[in-house]
């Protein structure tokens, strides 16, 4: 069992930076893949990015390509979103999700409660 709190979102202008942090429970965090997703109302989950249990495999949405990074630690038991060259457009509430590094949001057994990105013109 994995219990996930977000934290880290927020209000910033566009073109700002935000991290963003997940902390994990639970003794098997280093072995999970973990992924970061996003929804905006109306929408459906989007994926954002993901890495594996060794941080050796990492993927990004298209959009979010060149402006994100992920990364992970394991001795914390977190995983990390940096977030630069923010967009009125990556504008969502964030989750983190643990047990997979698939873009579907299905496959993830694990979610934390999600925290508010706002980026303002």
């Known amino acids: 069992q994995v219990q996930l709190v977000e934290s880290g979102g927020g209000l910033v202008q566009a073109g700002g930076s935000l991290r963003l942090s997940c902390a994990a429970s639970g003794r098997t965090f280093s072995s999970y893949g973990m992924a970061w997703f996003r929804q905006s109302p109306g929408k459906e989950r989007e994926f954002v990015a993901a890495?594996?249990?060794?941080?050796?495999?990492?993927r990004y949405a298209d959009s979010v390509k060149g402006r994100f990074t992920i990364s992970r630690d394991n001795a914390k038991n977190t995983v990390y979103l940096q977030m630069n060259s923010l967009k009125p457009e990556d504008t969502a509430v964030y989750y983190c999700?643990?047990?997979?590094?698939?873009?579907?949001?299905?496959?993830?057994?694990?979610w934390g409660q999600g925290t508010q990105v706002t980026v303002s013109s």
């Open positions: 999700a643990a047990g997979s590094t698939t873009v579907a949001p299905s496959i993830y057994p694990y």
């Open positions: 890495i594996s249990w060794s941080g050796g495999t990492i």
